[in-house]
């Protein structure tokens, strides 16, 4: 009989240390018999820490029963070609009049527009508030930001405070935590150290009550705690139906309901994922080093994490609950297929490694909660509009990009040209399916990021080194370096550029040209003859946007309303397709 002997660390037992034989043992042992099942360290932290203040939206969940109901939804995600579950038919359509219908009477409120889903949907509530537009916001949760803090640069708030949505001392009261230099690292190779690159730590809690306070005193309406049961268009409205029985009605709805819409699912028909960003991870107490932080570390090569291989990447930053606070992200990108590694093997995983990569010891962390989350991504993102009257917002319409696992920078970068465009469509009466889905066209710089997320994410059986994926990452990130702050500036704030992606292919293929060979082998002909095109198409869109927009925009207010709506939508996305809306 083996008696285990329980250490204790976050108020959880766990059970290296073995006493055979008659030596005396404590009260505090136990004997397992062979046959009980030992629930896992990820289990024992996370059922012994107070979960509260639970949020809708990604990584807004903390408990053990979310994680295990999320890896449900990933397991049937990986399991077939399709999603094989009948999709709810969220939407349909009617060719009458709504004002001539019987629910006409039973509508509790009308808008200009209407956004399901507030947790990021508040942001595009409240821009278009400023413009004037009566929005109203249904969210089945209390709308509130979750405690976990979000890392982005001064810059990219900014941007809220252009649309009308902030101020600038609202920055300073929603940032917890500020930290300079961060690193760009790879495991055995070396590191990068930049300045000012997703050094602030927002409070999404703050930042969310701030602007929703914002929100309301601009005359917006929050329905909590509703959700959206079926959605109706008409030639004249769009009409909401929610579960509790209210209807409204609108002009246009905002789906802001995340990467798992019923809306995007009845769109997609249950289509499986091109790739998936796993992401596990902590806020723990105990780090004494904790002033810089990590946009990305690389380990050295790949790992097994249950069935699979897989090469892992780091995040970390200091958080803004206590100077020994801090934040560590784990991730990996994958193909979603049976055997793929579960979100709980990946934290079983991350508290084997998490230590060595920060330079800590478990038993000397206080975990304060545990952050896991899946972030799929589609090849043909953004979605363009199905439907008249209805378009999709934030990490439903796949803005973000298919390396991030985090839609709030990228839905700053946009929020600007969107809550614009959504202006003029209401405004105009634009609402149909085709003249909406201006507003998510193709980027083709958002398009060729797929490259990069084939070359981060491991093959299984691969016949490439396993350290490979370092070595190419370290090999870029010098070249980016040596070509300065214009060229690796925007690359780690997501943002892909003609020119500077052709001059880091170039200097690559100068000082590492045996590295192109494996690259064929690790990402594929197909993918790299699909990623030529885009490429391509990013060279194109950059000429048009520095020659041809000047012409056109002076020419605009000669066209006609709608023609001058589809012109600026083109100016935009030739602009923001190319990245040429970044400024250093």
Same mark, same amino acid.
């Given at each position: 009989? @083996?008696?285990?002997?329980?250490?204790?660390?976050?108020? @959880?037992?766990?059970?290296?240390?073995?006493?055979?034989?008659?030596?005396?043992?404590?009260?505090?042992?136990?004997?397992?018999?062979?046959?009980?099942?030992?629930?896992?360290?990820?289990?024992?932290?996370?059922?012994?820490?107070?979960?509260?203040?639970?949020?809708?939206?990604?990584?807004?969940?903390?408990?053990?029963?979310?994680?295990?109901?999320?890896?449900?939804?990933?397991?049937?995600?990986?399991?077939?070609?399709?999603?094989?579950? *009948?999709?709810?038919?969220?939407?349909?359509?009617?060719?009458?009049?709504?004002?001539?219908?019987?629910?006409?009477?039973?509508?509790?409120?009308?808008?200009?527009?209407?956004?399901?889903?507030?947790?990021?949907?508040?942001?595009?509530?409240?821009?278009?508030?400023?413009?004037?537009?009566?929005?109203?916001?249904?969210?089945?949760?209390?709308?509130?930001?979750?405690?976990?803090?979000?890392?982005?640069?001064?810059?990219?708030?900014?941007?809220?405070?252009?649309?009308?949505?902030?101020?600038?001392?609202?920055?300073?009261?929603?940032?917890?935590?500020?930290?300079?230099?961060?690193?760009? &690292?790879?495991?055995?190779?070396? *590191?990068?150290?930049?300045?000012?690159?997703?050094?602030?730590?927002?409070?999404?809690?703050?930042?969310?009550?701030?602007?929703?306070?914002?929100?309301?005193?601009?005359?917006?309406?929050?329905?909590?705690?509703?959700?959206?049961?079926?959605?109706?268009?008409?030639?004249?409205?769009?009409?909401?139906?929610?579960?509790?029985?209210?209807?409204?009605?609108?002009?246009?709805?905002?789906?802001?309901?995340?990467?798992?819409?019923?809306?995007?699912?009845?769109?997609?028909?249950?289509?499986?994922?091109?790739?998936?960003?796993?992401?596990?991870?902590?806020?723990?107490? &105990?780090?004494?080093?904790?002033?810089?932080?990590?946009?990305?570390?690389?380990?050295?090569?790949?790992?097994?994490?249950?069935?699979?291989?897989?090469?892992?990447?780091?995040?970390?930053?200091?958080?803004?609950?206590?100077?020994?606070?801090?934040?560590?992200?784990?991730?990996?990108?994958?193909?979603?297929?049976?055997?793929?590694?579960?979100?709980?093997?990946?934290?079983?995983?991350?508290?084997?490694?998490?230590?060595?990569?920060?330079?800590?010891?478990?038993?000397?962390?206080?975990?304060?909660?545990?952050?896991?989350?899946?972030?799929?991504?589609?090849?043909?993102?953004?979605?363009?509009?199905?439907?008249?009257?209805?378009?999709?917002?934030?990490?439903?319409?796949?803005?973000?990009?298919?390396?991030?696992?985090?839609?709030?920078?990228?839905?700053?970068?946009?929020?600007?040209?969107?809550?614009?465009?959504?202006?003029?469509?209401?405004?105009?009466?634009?609402?149909?399916?085709?003249?909406?889905?201006?507003?998510?066209?193709?980027? =083709?710089?958002?398009?060729?990021?797929?490259?990069?997320?084939?070359?981060?994410?491991?093959?299984?059986?691969?016949?490439?080194?396993?350290?490979?994926?370092?070595?190419?990452?370290?090999?870029?990130?010098?070249?980016?370096?040596?070509?300065?702050?214009?060229?690796?500036?925007?690359?780690?704030?997501? @943002?892909?550029?003609?020119?500077?992606?052709?001059?880091?292919?170039?200097?690559?293929?100068?000082?590492?040209?045996?590295?192109? =060979?494996?690259?064929?082998?690790?990402?594929?002909?197909?993918?790299?003859?699909?990623?030529?095109?885009?490429?391509?198409?990013?060279?194109?869109?950059?000429?048009?946007?520095?020659?041809?927009?000047?012409?056109?925009?002076?020419?605009?207010?000669?066209?006609?309303?709608?023609?001058?709506?589809?012109?600026?939508?083109?100016?935009?996305?030739?602009?923001?397709?190319?990245?040429?809306?970044?400024?250093?």
């Amino acid at each position: 009989m @083996v008696f285990l002997q329980l250490r204790h660390f976050n108020g @959880v037992s766990h059970f290296p240390s073995q006493v055979h034989g008659k030596r005396k043992v404590s009260q505090r042992c136990i004997c397992l018999q062979p046959q009980a099942a030992v629930p896992s360290r990820t289990r024992r932290i996370m059922e012994s820490i107070s979960v509260s203040g639970e949020v809708g939206g990604a990584g807004g969940a903390y408990s053990y029963d979310a994680l295990k109901r999320l890896d449900q939804i990933w397991s049937n995600i990986c399991s077939t070609q399709t999603v094989q579950q *009948e999709i709810q038919q969220v939407v349909s359509s009617n060719a009458g009049l709504f004002s001539q219908t019987d629910l006409s009477d039973k509508a509790v409120g009308t808008f200009d527009v209407i956004v399901c889903g507030g947790t990021l949907g508040i942001f595009i509530a409240t821009a278009l508030s400023f413009k004037g537009l009566r929005v109203a916001i249904v969210e089945r949760n209390t709308l509130k930001g979750r405690e976990q803090e979000w890392n982005i640069s001064r810059k990219e708030l900014l941007e809220l405070v252009e649309s009308g949505i902030l101020v600038e001392d609202d920055i300073d009261e929603a940032t917890a935590a500020k930290f300079n230099p961060n690193r760009c &690292g790879f495991e055995g190779k070396g *590191e990068i150290w930049v300045g000012d690159i997703l050094n602030l730590g927002v409070s999404p809690a703050k930042l969310i009550e701030i602007v929703k306070k914002r929100f309301i005193s601009l005359g917006g309406v929050i329905f909590e705690g509703y959700s959206v049961s079926s959605i109706c268009t008409y030639e004249n409205a769009a009409v909401l139906q929610l579960a509790e029985g209210k209807i409204l009605s609108s002009h246009l709805i905002i789906d802001a309901m995340g990467n798992f819409s019923p809306v995007v699912k009845q769109i997609r028909s249950g289509r499986k994922p091109d790739g998936v960003c796993l992401v596990v991870g902590s806020c723990a107490r &105990g780090f004494k080093d904790n002033s810089t932080s990590d946009v990305i570390y690389s380990s050295s090569s790949v790992k097994k994490v249950g069935d699979s291989e897989v090469q892992l990447f780091w995040e970390a930053f200091p958080a803004g609950s206590g100077p020994l606070d801090r934040t560590t992200y784990m991730f990996t990108y994958i193909d979603p297929q049976a055997g793929s590694p579960k979100l709980e093997e990946l934290l079983e995983r991350y508290w084997d490694l998490m230590p060595e990569y920060q330079g800590v010891t478990l038993d000397n962390l206080e975990i304060q909660r545990v952050i896991y989350g899946i972030f799929p991504t589609y090849r043909d993102s953004p979605l363009p509009a199905a439907f008249n009257r209805i378009l999709q917002f934030g990490d439903a319409s796949g803005i973000q990009s298919p390396v991030s696992f985090g839609g709030f920078g990228s839905l700053t970068r946009h929020l600007g040209r969107l809550s614009t465009g959504v202006y003029e469509a209401v405004r105009g009466d634009f609402v149909d399916s085709y003249s909406l889905s201006l507003l998510n066209p193709y980027m =083709p710089n958002l398009s060729a990021s797929w490259l990069f997320q084939r070359a981060m994410s491991a093959k299984q059986q691969s016949d490439v080194s396993p350290d490979f994926i370092n070595e190419l990452l370290y090999v870029n990130f010098q070249c980016m370096q040596k070509l300065g702050d214009p060229v690796l500036r925007p690359f780690l704030q997501d @943002v892909i550029k003609f020119g500077p992606l052709a001059k880091t292919l170039g200097l690559v293929m100068l000082n590492k040209p045996q590295i192109i =060979p494996l690259i064929f082998k690790q990402v594929g002909i197909p993918v790299l003859v699909d990623w030529s095109g885009h490429f391509f198409m990013l060279g194109y869109y950059t000429l048009l946007s520095t020659f041809a927009d000047p012409v056109i925009r002076s020419l605009l207010n000669a066209f006609p309303p709608r023609m001058k709506y589809e012109w600026n939508r083109y100016l935009e996305a030739w602009k923001y397709g190319s990245g040429l809306d970044y400024k250093l």
